[in-house]
């Protein structure tokens, strides 16, 4: 599967383990379920190698939370474009745990949903399906103004507009 | 009235930009239908019985002659000469074909409108009271919330993927006109003990196929806190509104399963979280925004003025318009103008391209180039001086937009129905023009009184019929058209549900079903009561009793 990274193709260094996969391969980065991260914490977070973990849209980021830091990455999943609860679980990633490593979108992931994703903290994208390069790109730079603040630090037009009115007001 | 800056130009350009890739990539392949109805949804456009319709946002129901004039260039270039009000403060054009969705959305930018959100599983346009910052009764002009909410839910990275539709109303008077009880989200103006305004926020309200009144999960809400709130109620939703069943997914649904206490709890949890953050809305902010609201410069009138008091007496159907269509307004020498788009026996809510342009020219002439949209599909001239009454008066006559009936047994409100929509189980439209025709007499319908009928072709309530004092709606009976009678339904302060009167009745009995409804009530009613209070008095059964008596 295509991986969209800083605006560019990028490999896959990560593997996604299933839940019945006994043993994980030794100092690979691997990705596991948050079923088997809840099952096996304690072993799991002793592993000398990089940690992922992939969330449904339905477990409770809250219940990650503070162990969020000590993964390299954590994966969000859109089962249907339609379905946006990983919005909401990428922003309280961001926002509310601090999380800072590589927040992934998965599943059906689509050139009209980048800018939406990009705004909530997503900087690694699984593309769905072969829409050519160039339509990504060209979703990278949809919009120039954003009404709302979030924890991509763009700034949102109403402030830009106190800066115009402090600067007439000057 | 609220004026794009620069940025507001940029995103606009740059989403009908998107838009019309988005298309071309449609009508190229690269996307199939499946991909493309999302995102044609977020811009207005289904797909219907007949043809695409688009549906162009009228945010608060505020509109520049400029604005309205455009609407008429794209009915005549785009569509068939007409364009059709909406009950949620839009205008539909029923036949406009996919390839000139672009350029029609591209013409709308030019006067800074947009389709954006008018459909499809997120915030919609917010609505607003229709006399905002007119009416005599108001602590602040509602259109700076809406505005400053339009603003923060467009294009929202969080919340456009949402479980189903969302809407929000505001209403800025005590007196609810803006049905805030019966929307995902209303909110309701009101002061606290200090005098200082805020907002009552009511959750979970709708109508649809389980009609349900809001509760208030939060009895004032400071007005700095507004967007803080509404971001946890939002995110509440997102996360926890049902996606199994999209008859259950509404935030209404949610609200009756958990219930207003603990629904009141999460929103509460998740807005100690994020209050007083980024969303924090700055008293100079404030200003900004309200600043595009402030009154038009009013001229000192009279509030006597002869002429209008002359031909009051001397014609009987200027003083019947006075009397229905005109009311006060809150600078003196002033009056809110209210257009029937009722016209006996029309379909409600149309209006064809000539007849925009005239409103836009008495717009210009007699209300400051300022034009309203109501949710009873009527139009509104917003600032009309006394002494102008008549000109304006004649205008409206000469357009059809006169009928002195507002609010009145021949005022209804329609949803599109089978003439149009592919969900519906009956016509809707021809039922309005019928009971119209019907009910045509006006100094009958004067005595009658204030009488709301709405019509809805089917279960999903778009003519909001669970709302009408007398509400109809089309059940479909082994393939012919029923239509099941509710009565007592109110929109207002004092929201009521209505209540189904007895089994459906024919498609050819509506009208005299009608007709025997509103005898019951001139039989039953005391002094000075109106449809509804006698209902309210008298209950279901004399106009059950009397409706299916065997004749
Ligand atoms: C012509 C095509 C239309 C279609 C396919 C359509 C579809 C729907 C559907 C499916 C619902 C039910 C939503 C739910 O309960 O979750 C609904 C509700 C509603 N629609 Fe429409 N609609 C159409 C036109 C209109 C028009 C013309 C208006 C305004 C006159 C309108 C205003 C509303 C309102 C006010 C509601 C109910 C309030 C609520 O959402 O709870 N719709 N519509
Ligand atoms: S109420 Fe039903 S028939 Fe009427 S517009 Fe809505 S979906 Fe269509």
Known sequence: MPLLRNGALSDDEWQRVADD??????????????????????TLLARNAPMGVLLKNIDPVEELGPDGARFALIALEFPKFSDGRAYSQARLLRERYGFTGELRATGQVLPDQLHHMRRCGFDAFELAKGEPLEAWRRALHTFTAVYQPTGDGRIPVSALRRRLFAAAAD | ?????????????????????????????????????????????????????????????????????????????????????????????????????????????????????????????????????VAIDEIEDPRIWCEIIRQWSTVHPEFSFLPRKFKIAVTGSPNDRAAVRVHDIGLRMLRDEQGEPGFEVIVGGGLGRTPM????????????????????????????????????????????????????RQVEEEWEQIRGGALDLPQDVIDGIARHFAPPPYQVQPVF????????????????????????HRQPGYAIVNLSLKPEGAPPGDSSAAQMDAVADLADAYSFGEIRVTHEQNLVLPHVAVADLPAVWRGLVRIGFATPNLGLVSDIIACPGLDYCALANARAIPVAQRISTRFADLAR???IGELKIKISGCINACG????????????????????????????????????????????????????????????????????????????????????????
């Open chain 1, 21 to 42: 996969a006994a043993s994980l391969p030794a100092g690979a980065a691997v990705i596991v379920s948050f079923t088997r991260f809840r099952a096996e914490r304690e």
């Open chain 2, 464 to 551: 909001h019929h669970h709302v009408g004092h007398i509400g109809i709606l089309g059940v479909d009976k082994n393939g012919t058209e029923f239509y099941q009678i509710t009565l007592g339904g109110h929109a207002g302060d004092d929201v009521s549900l209505g209540s189904i009167v007895g089994p459906a009745v024919p498609a050819d009995q509506v009208v005299e079903a009608i007709e025997s409804l509103v005898d019951t009530y001139l039989k039953e009613r005391r002094d000075g009561e109106r449809f509804l209070d006698t209902y309210r008095r008298v209950g279901t059964a004399p106009f059950k009793e009397r409706l299916y008596a065997p004749a």
């Open chain 2, 213 to 264: 009144i809001g509760k208030t999960i939060r009895a004032f809400l400071p007005k700095q806190d507004l967007l803080s709130y509404l971001e946890a109620i939002m995110r509440v939703y997102n996360r926890y509104g049902r996606r199994d069943n999209i008859y259950k997914a509404r935030i209404k649904i949610l609200v009756h399963e958990i219930g207003a206490e603990e629904m009141r």
């Open chain 2, 1 to 133: 009235m609220y004026r794009y800056d620069e940025y507001d130009h940029a995103f606009v350009a740059e989403r009908v930009a998107q838009f019309r890739d988005q298309v071309r990539r449609r009508l190229a392949g690269e996307l199939t239908e499946d991909e493309f109805k999302p995102l044609r949804l977020q811009n207005g456009l289904y797909l219907q019985l007949h043809a695409y319709m688009l549906r162009i946002a009228i945010p608060y129901g505020t509109l520049s002659s400029k604005q309205f004039r455009m609407l008429a260039h794209i009915a005549r270039r785009y569509d068939r000469g007409y364009g059709h009000f909406t009950t949620r403060q839009n205008l539909q054009f029923n036949w406009i074909r996919l390839e000139d969705a672009p350029d029609a959305l591209a013409d709308l930018a030019k006067v800074e409108m947009h389709a954006i959100q008018t459909s499809g599983n997120c915030i919609r346009n917010v609505t607003a009271d229709h006399w905002a910052g």
């Open chain 2, 305 to 328: 003025a002869p002429e209008t008091e002359r031909l009051r007496f001397e014609d009987r159907d200027f003083a019947l318009w006075l009397r229905s269509n005109v009311v006060p």
């Open chain 2, 445 to 447: 319908q004067h005595d």
